[in-house]
């Protein structure tokens, strides 16, 4: 695998330079990295000619295929249908051939070539200046987004100019469906290839239209895409032909260009899909649309793109001075962020949003985790939705839970429409944590924003079927102890566990808040047919959940018997042998001490209020010798609780790490698709990393510290029609509510009443040093490289 | 459904009435009771016809096709391909059309229909009286071999004649390619259908002999199958045609029959096979196997086959008074057992010898736990060749652990060659025991033979490498105990636990084991280049093994967590959700107290030098009330250590269910193949269990004793050079030495020596009565039915 080329630091930009553009290692990264999306719709950040590509992706959220699983041995309850995205019918495409040579980075001579990921318009801005092998140069500049507004609108602005001679021109604007991929991979993360699944149902062309519907086979679902243009430059030399075939749209638009008079080009772009309203309607929403965006135009569509960023980072952004680069990358995560969940109304936040084919296009239990713990404090509508979509597939997951002799739900580990998908069994029935992931999520958005009536409701639906599940898997001990047995936690290196400690406290909020949300709203208890003493059973089982706790070691063991195994070889394992789970079987993996992810540390994040300081310090310090982050989800949460337990440096890195993760491509796999958790993950390390934030059912409360290589932190949460900016410096934090009501917290201990309007300053008391923890053999995190230190 | 229908009690036939045979649901299950088999071939029990039938058998002993492994997601080490055993070109077929009526059991009208299985002639016998829909009546009799003497070598045996005016018949034999399957089931246990697999290579045909080859695409076998006839009826009438085509030979014979004139047709069948062997060479190995089967003619061959049992059943038979249903399925087992493995061969014995497809036709461990315990007493050299053949797949094995990053060897879990391929890594990697399985086989084999020499070579192999996987494997605990994590020992309805206590016990066996043989056979050290300190560590390790034990209970847990877990719950569980594993998601039976099979209760068996004897009736019993017998491994264990512990009366219950397993088809499959591990079960039952033998380093052990509905019991065991007979009465035991030097054995407890030629008689002291143990709600064995009781 080649060297990952960095991006250069800016602090509102992400910038190609030509170099990583023309390397064909590269390309699929930076597709990724560029790719635009609403959360409706999603490109990825293809160039415009096509080719040379990585993967091409044009994806619609929820527009899936479904494939028979296979297995070697099949067992009872084993998920019958995979679900993996579709790249749908491509709009990006525009060819271009100058004086009959087609326009291609790796051909003739690219003088100069730019993109840039503009986090404030919210557009992919490309400039490219090339000379033909026969001399002829041009220079094209073009602009893309999707719309934030018109949650079914593409565009495209493209433009184009003769260098110092005139030169003949052609433009073929398309729409191709069933593209065809390039390339195989074997590794178990990457997506499924199911081939040409679009079959053709309509294709219309006229003037500089056209539309393409085609359905899917297996899952049965209809899309339509659509494509129109303004041409700027009406000489009476140009030249128009609108061609369609079942599988092609093409515009080709060509003319003389001379110098001095550059042309231009809006190409929009429309999409609409379902699994009920036939082919007609579909098309006739995809023409109606494209007029919407017609009217507005690319100016229109720009403007507004703009005011809805600036309104976002108003209330999202994230300060912090002292290392522009992980600057840089929090805001490339909110950004990203964003783009996943904007518009996603009802339908998933997947593992990679919109980005990438990567994990099929899945949504997994880290949507709830890691994602929608920072929305819910800048974007509270789209955790809603999110969780709304949670809702959406209850039936399912009761008819799953009951077809396996469980009650309740049993939420599905990977899917994209609510079906179980995972091939798996022990990972897709047996981590059952999705289900406390689920309910936490719910109790953490109903606190911060007090909507009752989505507790009420669809929150309250989620919060009563999961604790049932609770209830029917656990047992009670001779002792009286409520256990939880035989199921796989985050930790994806130990699998069928006895008590894992994450899994038994998080049921256990899980059970409180339903016995809550019941005793709150009776008709959510009449319309669940809750009776008079399930929330007893409920409170109880979480009054008796068993937590181990091993006396020798002075620490809480993963699971029940997870530290009476051996320890993993580190030493002997050569760091080409990472990610452990492509070179081991999972046999040696579970049955030792050796930890992909957070896991226990997982839990003491979010459920810090049961853990002693001291063991939490502790605790952190024995897993920190185990945790080998072959997860993207493990860095973040090891920022957290480093800070928490004192290990700020350390912190830091982990910080920096979560934050980089695909700007530096730090997993090799990037090119599928972004980790948004990870990335979501970044800024939880700032926000309840570094700022010490927790938002708990006692109050609000912070213990904000800076690592010495910082100068300065600061971020904004809303928390009900209140607003407050935290400042974070090396010894002191402010606190601000600058919209809505005071609001009361606790900083360091201390109750801190802050006024609307108004800044309380607190002193931050200082941090006793600790010695480093070790990281097992060569999976330390990176240090910040000293010259870029000096940089900044 | 259909009910069972049995089969009339004799002590030296299996018959099967009219009924039987033209009961569609009973048809398949009597194809695998009446197959035929030498362990080199076998032929189902299909009638002459082909048809109606339920499933077509012809199979050569390791003639496998192979096909990829399909995962959901696939793990590192996964298994990559399955191996099935190939239906290959039938040769019993012989269709016979009577005045242009085809003979049809469910055509015209069966006057008469029997088929008897004769235990002692080792041939199936059929007599038909058929009568036409216009009338013509015919007689039918065929006799059926597979060969003990020639092992390659098949041979019918057709007669036939009018009975009360001629009737102009056409004989077809075939030789049939590639036959269609019939019908298709999701049950796991059930084979793969892999469509037509056999590629053609050669067909040839003269005179009244067709040979056909054909070789197999992935696996890339060769076979070759060949029929001669000899036609007894010369009168001038007759006419003969021989036809070939790739996937079909035939000899037609027509001609008029008159009444007093019966025809008979013998038609020698011959099959040879390779995998590096041409086709040249294959078909000429066929044409003198026929060549020589020809020269010896039916009567020779049947001779044989006679002097052949009449030798095994000296030897072997087990004499049991009191109750003749068992006595038969005594002898219908052993009978099975010995056409399981007589002529194997190096190669290996199949769960369901070569009886029928199901579990793709391969070998588990069982072969060498349940079938070999039985062969070392009265067929050893089949052992010695059983073992031999796991010897061949060592260097495999071996090179598996070192690719899953352990040392020695890593026996596969099922295969028919030596790859593994289970497609469920729970048990095809983590079933350890298979190991320690084969390791303590060797050790038995070796012990009661005294064949040095196989310990000091193929036998020391395995016990060397299996023995280096548990030293890989295992690990030292902070307080010194051996530990063996994340394994799935024998009950299927656990998996990845924590120090099995079966698995444990057997790995310590198996490391001394190998220890001892080092010691004894310096070759053996060299040339597995076991260097000095390796014996000690061997035994530091198995001296250090952990046996959990649970004082709150007073019982050994069958994995260190087991008893923690819930209790099944028995009595919500409805009879037709067994067996369990068809209804419920593994999820639910790993984390509960249920079991599938002996586990535990096999430690108490195969390591009764560990446990006192409360220790056995204590743990005997718990496991009882949690044992459901899903696996047909169980039955026969449970009668074993019931027996031991005091239980009578249940071991007798337990030894009619492993004896009646496949002539009462108790688990409704053995239609796809017989339980060759449960019939030897049964006989273990009678010599282990009633017999109460064990054979251990420290003597051979007698505690007999018949429960009140037997009235005597017998049998005799090969140990070295003499052979002892047991004969079990209501009082007293009898040891006597008809063959062979003096022995020594324990009788309760007292030595006794038992010198050549002499009888010793001693008394069988009185039983203390237990309460009857409780089983799982419904589970209990049936009890011998009362009309049946009074018949004997």
């Known amino acids: 695998m080649s060297e990952v080329r960095s991006f250069p630091i800016e602090p509102w930009h992400v910038r190609e330079t030509e170099e990583q553009a023309r390397d064909p290692h590269q390309l699929a990264r930076s597709e990724s990295v560029f790719a635009l999306s ?34 070697g041995e099949r067992g009872f309850g084993f998920a019958e249908d995979g679900q993996s995205i579709v790249n749908v019918t491509d709009g990006k495409v525009i060819r271009l051939l100058v004086e009959d040579e087609p326009v291609d980075v790796l051909r003739g001579e690219v003088l100069d070539h730019e993109r840039v990921l503009d986090l404030r318009a919210g557009t992919l801005q490309r400039s490219m200046h090339w000379r033909s092998a026969s001399g002829h140069e041009i220079k094209l500049h073009t602009e893309r987004l999707v719309s934030f507004t018109q949650r079914s609108i593409a565009a495209i ?5 003769a260098v110092d001679r005139p030169v003949r021109i052609v433009l073929q604007s398309n729409l191709i469906a069933n593209q065809p991929e390039l390339e195989h991979t074997d590794d178990p993360r990457a997506a499924n290839r199911l081939g040409r699944v679009l079959v053709p149902q309509l294709a219309i062309a006229h003037d500089q239209r056209v539309v393409l519907a085609h359905s899917t086979k297996a899952s049965r679902l209809g899309a339509a895409a659509g494509m129109d243009h303004v041409v700027y430059d009406e000489s009476g030399d140009v030249r128009r032909h609108t061609h369609v075939e079942d599988d092609l749209g093409r515009v080709t638009i060509s003319g003389l260009l001379e110098p001095g008079r550059p042309a231009r080009l809006v190409k929009f772009l429309a999409y609409h899909w379902s699994s009920r309203q036939t082919t007609d309607w579909l098309r006739d929403q995809v023409d109606a649309s494209l007029e919407g965006a017609l009217a507005e135009g690319w100016e229109g569509l720009a403007d507004a793109q703009r005011a809805y960023l600036d309104d976002f980072w108003a209330r999202a952004d994230v300060e912090l001075d002292g290392d522009p680069e992980v600057q840089q990358a929090l805001r490339f995560a909110l950004f990203h962020l964003l783009q996943a969940g904007a518009r996603a109304e009802g339908r998933a936040i997947p593992a990679k949003g919109l980005t990438g084919p990567g994990y099929d296009g899945h ?14 404090y800048i974007q509270p509508d789209v955790v809603r939705d999110a969780l709304s979509w949670r809702h959406s597939t209850l039936d399912l997951a009761c008819q799953r839970a009951g077809q396996l002799g469980m009650r309740g739900a049993l939420l599905p580990w990977r899917t994209i429409r609510g079906e179980e998908c995972s091939g798996y069994w022990p990972a897709g029935l047996a981590a059952l944590h999705v289900n406390a992931d689920v309910a936490d999520a ?16 669809c929150g309250g639906d989620l919060l009563v079927q999961t604790a049932r599940l609770w209830q029917s898997v656990g047992s009670y001990d001779h002792a009286g102890r409520f256990r939880i047995d035989g199921v796989t936690g985050p930790d994806e290196y130990s699998a069928l566990v006895d008590n894992n400690v994450y899994t038994n406290l998080m049921a256990q909020t899980n059970l409180r808040a339903a016995a809550e949300a019941v005793d709150r709203h009776a008709e959510l208890s009449q319309r669940q047919g809750v009776d008079d003493d399930e929330p007893e059973r409920w409170r109880a089982a979480a ?23 051996a320890v993993w070889d580190f030493e002997g394992t050569p760091a080409e042998r990472y990610p452990l789970l492509l070179h081991y079987p999972y046999f040696q993996l579970y049955r030792s001490q050796v930890v992909k992810q957070a896991d226990l540390v997982l839990a003491l994040h979010l459920r810090g209020d049961v853990f002693t300081d001291e063991q939490k310090r502790r605790d952190f310090e024995y897993y920190e010798g185990l945790t080998v982050r072959d997860s993207s989800l493990s860095a973040c949460t090891q920022a957290i609780v480093a800070a928490e337990v004192g290990h700020l440096e350390l912190a830091y890195d982990y910080l920096r790490e979560a934050a980089l993760v695909d700007l530096h491509d730090l997993h090799r796999n990037s090119a599928d698709g972004l980790h948004i958790a990870s990335l979501a993950g970044a800024v939880l390390a700032v926000t309840n990393g570094l700022g010490g934030m927790r938002d708990t059912d006692g109050g609000l409360l912070f213990r904000p510290r800076l690592p010495a290589e910082l100068d300065r932190l600061a971020f904004g949460i809303a928390l009900g029609a209140s607003r407050l900016r935290v400042e974070v410096l090396p010894h002191e934090a402010r606190y ?13 201990g201390e109750d801190v009443h802050v006024r609307s309007g108004q800044a309380e300053v607190r002193p931050i008391p200082a941090l006793h040093r600790l010695p480093r923890p070790r990281q097992p053999a060569g999976r330390a995190p990176a240090r910040r490289p000293r010259h870029r230190r000096a940089e900044s």
């Open 543 to 565: 009054d008796a959940m068993l937590l181990p706790y091993d006396e020798r070691l002075g620490v809480h063991p993963q699971d029940q018997d997870f530290l009476t195994h």
């Open 38 to 71: 609403n959360g409706h719709i999603g490109l990825r950040g293809n160039l415009d000619e096509g080719e040379p590509r990585g993967l091409s992706g044009t994806y619609l959220n929820a527009f899936y295929e479904s494939f028979p699983l296979a297995y």
């Open 442 to 457: 719910v109790r953490r958005y109903v606190r911060a924003t007090g909507d009752e009536g989505f507790e009420a409701g």
């Open 363 to 376: 949504a997994f239990w880290d949507t709830e985790t890691f994602v929608l713990p920072v929305l819910t």
């Open 736 to 748: 601000e509510v600058t919209e809505g009501p005071d609001l009361d917290l606790r900083h360091f």
């Open 157 to 161: 602005d493209y433009r184009i100019e």
